[in-house]
C-alpha cells in the first residue's frame, strides 16, 4: 500500500472515529433523562443532528494529540486493540480535564461534580480508539 493510500485510509478511520465518539458521547449524556426525553417524543433526527454537530468538534479538538498518537503508532508498527482503546480513553480524559483549567485558583465545582461526564468523555475515546483500529489500527506500519 502506498503512502499517500495510507494516509488517506487513517484519515477516513479518524472521521469514523470521530463520529462513533460522538455518537458514544450523546447517548452517554442523554442516557440519564432517557425517559423524559422518549415521552416528550425527542425524534431520532434530533439524536443524529447532535452526532453530526459533535462529530467536527470532537475531531477538531483531539486532531493534534491524535495525530501523535496515531505518528508513533505508525512508526513502530503497534497494532494491538488494547493499545488504540486505552490511549483513546486516556486522550479523552487528559482533554475533558484540559477543558476547565482553574487558572484563577477559586474552586468553583466539587472534583466529583464533572464525573459523570468524564466517565461518558472516556468511553467516547475508548469507542473512538476502537473504530480507528478497526479500519486503520489493525495494519499499522504496513506501509513500510
Same mark, same amino acid.
Given at each position: 500500500?502506498?503512502? =499517500?493510500? $495510507? +494516509?488517506? =485510509?487513517?484519515?477516513? /478511520?479518524? +472521521?469514523?472515529?470521530? +463520529?462513533?465518539?460522538?455518537? =458514544?458521547?450523546?447517548?452517554?449524556?442523554?442516557?440519564?433523562?432517557?425517559?423524559?426525553?422518549?415521552?416528550?417524543?425527542?425524534?431520532?433526527?434530533?439524536i443524529l443532528a447532535i452526532v453530526a454537530i459533535?462529530?467536527?468538534?470532537?475531531?477538531?479538538?483531539?486532531?493534534?494529540?491524535?495525530?501523535? +498518537?496515531?505518528?508513533?503508532?505508525?512508526?513502530?508498527?503497534? $497494532?494491538? &486493540?488494547?493499545?488504540?482503546?486505552?490511549?483513546?480513553? /486516556?486522550?479523552?480524559?487528559?482533554?475533558?480535564?484540559?477543558?476547565?483549567?482553574?487558572?484563577?485558583?477559586?474552586?468553583?465545582?466539587?472534583?466529583?461534580?464533572?464525573?459523570?461526564? $468524564?466517565? &461518558?468523555?472516556?468511553?467516547?475515546?475508548?469507542?473512538?480508539?476502537?473504530v480507528y483500529w478497526l479500519f486503520a489500527g $489493525?495494519?499499522?506500519?504496513?506501509?513500510?
Amino acid at each position: 500500500m502506498s503512502v =499517500v493510500a $495510507r +494516509v488517506l =485510509v487513517m484519515f477516513l /478511520a479518524y +472521521v469514523l472515529a470521530c +463520529v462513533a465518539a460522538s455518537a =458514544v458521547f450523546t447517548i452517554g449524556m442523554l442516557t440519564p433523562e432517557w425517559a423524559e426525553l422518549a415521552s416528550s417524543g425527542l425524534p431520532s433526527v434530533a439524536i443524529l443532528a447532535i452526532v453530526a454537530i459533535g462529530a467536527p468538534i470532537i475531531g477538531v479538538v483531539a486532531a493534534l494529540p491524535a495525530a501523535l +498518537v496515531v505518528a508513533i503508532a505508525e512508526g513502530f508498527a503497534w $497494532r494491538s &486493540v488494547l493499545f488504540y482503546a486505552a490511549l483513546g480513553g /486516556a486522550l479523552a480524559l487528559a482533554l475533558s480535564y484540559g477543558v476547565d483549567l482553574n487558572w484563577g485558583g477559586e474552586v468553583s465545582q466539587p472534583a466529583s461534580y464533572f464525573a459523570h461526564e $468524564r466517565q &461518558v468523555l472516556a468511553a467516547a475515546g475508548i469507542a473512538g480508539g476502537l473504530v480507528y483500529w478497526l479500519f486503520a489500527g $489493525r495494519s499499522a506500519g504496513s506501509w513500510k
